[in-house]
Structures are given as structure tokens and as C-alpha cells.
């Protein structure tokens, strides 16, 4: 599995969980409205990916995640900050 499917794969779980989701039904291309991700759940995806990732996210991507539309966009955003992580190192 490439370091981008797991990513994936980690995102879809989280969102499976705060959202109370069947794993099955979700994947990239699951629009975020239609499993429930308002401003609360949101929130608790942010902590959760921080805390999994072990990464703290700046405020361009808090924006950038504030303005998904999909899981897909969530895991650019994330690649996109554990780049940046990993650049830092």
C-alpha cells in the first residue's frame, strides 16, 4: 500500500467514526454533506487527524479542509500538511 492509500484509507476510517458512517459507504469521492460533516464534526476531524498523524495544522489548511467538498479533498489537504512535516524534518 502507498503512503497516498493509506492516507486515504486512514481519512476514510476517521470520517467513518465521527460521523457514525458505514465504513463501506465511504470513499474519496464521498461528498462531505452527504455523510453529515458540519462545523462540530469538522472540528473533531481535525483534532483526530492531528493527533493520528501526530502533525498540527496551520491555518491554510484548516481553511483548506473548511472548504472540502470531499474525503478526496481531505486527503489533499492532509498530504499536503504531512509534506510540509516531512520537509521540516
Avoid: H, Y
Avoid at 493509506?6 to 458505514?22: E, G, Q
Avoid at 458540519?38 to 483548506?64: R, T
Amino acid at each position: 500500500m502507498t503512503i497516498e492509500a493509506a492516507v486515504a484509507d486512514t481519512m476514510i476510517k476517521l470520517v467513518a467514526r465521527v460521523c457514525a458512517v458505514p465504513l463501506e459507504d465511504l470513499s474519496p469521492d464521498t461528498m462531505l454533506d452527504e455523510v453529515g460533516v458540519d462545523s462540530l464534526s469538522l472540528s473533531q476531524i481535525m483534532a483526530e487527524m492531528e493527533a493520528a498523524f501526530s502533525i498540527e495544522l496551520w491555518d491554510e489548511d484548516i481553511a483548506g479542509l473548511a472548504e472540502a467538498n470531499s474525503i478526496g479533498d481531505f486527503v489533499g489537504v492532509l498530504n499536503a500538511a504531512l509534506g510540509r512535516t516531512a520537509e521540516a524534518c
